[in-house]
C-alpha cells in the first residue's frame, strides 16, 4: 500500500498491520495538554502497556519534527509530556503548516483519526473528546472532533463528553452529520468524571464482539464516517457530580472573564477543572483513560478476526 509521504509508521506497528494484528491509535494532546509532567508520561506508557495485556499494539500518534508519526518511541513520548504546552495542539488545519515547516504538534482526536486512518488503524482509544460548547449558539466554538467523525472511518472509545460542553447540543450535531453514538453497557451518555448525564445516547451496546460488528458493518456499507463509543467511568473512580458540576461552572466563568476563545477554549477549562478539584479529577481522568483502552483493544481483537 502507498502510504502518505509525511507518514511514518514505526517498524512494530507497521509488523502488526500486516500480519493483521489489532493496533489500537492513541492521542497526544491528552499528554501535553490533558495532564501535567510527570503523570502524563507515566498515563501514556501506562495505557500502551494495557492495550498490550488486551491483545492490540499501541500507537500512540504524534506530529514530530513535522513527520507524521503512528507508533511514538518511549522518547516521543516523554518530550511531549515534558515540553506539554509549548507545544503546538494540532487540528486538522495545523497539519500541512506543522508539516511544512518540519515542527512538532500533538493531536487532537481529529488529527489523531486522520493520521491512524493514513496508516490503516480502525479503533482509537482517548479520555474526552471535544463537541459543542456551551454558548456555541453565539461564540459557533463546535470542536473539529465531531467534524472528523464524520468524515473518516475511524472508531473512538471516550467516556462521554465533559460538561464543559452542551452536551444536548453535542448529540444533535452527532445526528445531523451521521455519527452513530454507542453507549457500551450504557443507554445514557456518560459525562466523562460521572456515568450519568441524563441524556440517552442511540444505542446500547454490551460487548466488544458487537461494537467490532457495528462498525465493521458501517465499513461494509462505504459509510466514510467514524463512530463514537461512550464508556462510562467504572463506579469506584467517579466523581462526586456536585463537585465537579461547581468546579466546571467556576472554570467556565473564569474562561468567560479572562477572554479566553479558540483552541485555548479547552486546555484552559481542562486545567482550571483540575486545579479547583485538586488531585481529584486527575485519579478519574487517568482510570477512565485505561478502561477506554482495555475496551479498545478487545474491540480491535474482535475487528481483527
Ligand atoms: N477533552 C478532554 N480531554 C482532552 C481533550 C478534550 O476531556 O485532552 C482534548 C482532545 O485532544 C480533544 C481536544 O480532541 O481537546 C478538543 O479540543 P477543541 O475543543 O479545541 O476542539
Ligand atoms: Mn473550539
Redesign the pocket.
Known amino acids: 500500500m502507498a502510504l502518505n509521504k509525511y507518514l511514518d509508521v514505526s517498524p512494530e506497528v507497521a509488523q502488526a498491520l500486516a500480519a493483521g494484528t489489532p493496533v489500537v491509535a492513541l492521542?497526544s494532546?491528552?499528554i501535553s495538554?490533558?495532564m501535567p509532567y510527570p503523570q502524563n508520561v507515566e498515563t501514556a506508557l501506562a495505557v500502551e502497556q494495557i492495550i498490550r495485556e488486551n491483545g492490540a499494539v499501541p500507537a500512540t500518534i504524534a506530529v514530530i519534527g513535522g513527520r507524521l508519526k503512528a507508533g511514538c518511541t518511549q522518547a516521543d513520548i516523554e518530550h511531549l509530556g515534558k515540553a506539554g504546552t509549548s507545544i503546538a495542539?494540532a487540528?486538522r488545519r495545523d497539519l500541512a503548516m506543522l508539516c511544512a515547516r518540519g515542527q512538532d504538534g500533538a493531536?487532537?482526536?481529529?488529527t489523531t483519526m486522520i493520521i491512524a486512518h493514513m496508516a490503516g488503524i480502525r479503533v482509537f482509544a482517548?479520555?474526552?473528546?471535544?463537541?459543542v460548547?456551551r454558548g456555541a449558539e453565539t461564540t459557533m466554538d463546535i470542536?473539529?472532533?465531531l467534524e472528523e467523525l464524520a468524515h473518516t472511518p475511524v472508531m473512538v472509545v471516550c467516556a462521554g463528553?465533559?460538561s464543559i460542553l452542551d452536551l444536548g447540543l453535542t448529540l444533535e450535531y452527532l445526528e445531523t452529520h451521521g455519527v452513530p453514538v454507542l453507549g457500551f453497557g450504557t443507554q445514557e451518555l456518560p459525562a466523562?468524571y460521572t456515568r450519568h448525564s441524563g441524556f440517552q445516547v442511540d444505542y446500547r451496546v454490551d460487548t466488544p464482539e458487537e461494537l467490532a460488528d457495528v462498525f465493521r458493518a458501517s465499513l461494509e456499507l462505504g459509510f466514510p464516517g467514524g463512530m463514537l463509543v461512550a464508556n462510562p467511568i467504572p463506579e469506584e473512580y467517579s466523581m462526586d457530580p456536585n463537585v465537579i458540576n461547581a468546579a466546571i461552572e467556576e472554570a467556565l466563568t473564569q474562561a468567560k472573564a479572562a477572554g479566553i476563545h479558540g483552541?485555548e477554549?479547552?486546555?484552559f477549562l481542562?486545567a482550571k477543572v483540575k486545579e479547583l478539584t485538586g488531585g481529584d479529577s486527575l485519579d478519574s481522568?487517568i482510570q477512565l483513560v485505561f478502561n477506554n483502552a482495555k475496551v479498545a483493544a478487545r474491540t480491535a481483537a474482535c475487528l481483527a478476526k
Request: aromatic share 4%; net charge positive; glycine share 16%.
Open positions: 492521542e494532546t491528552i495538554h490533558g495542539k487540528s493531536t487532537t482526536v481529529t482517548t479520555g474526552g473528546i471535544g463537541g460548547h470542536s473539529a472532533d463528553a465533559k466523562f483552541k477554549t479547552t486546555p481542562l481522568n
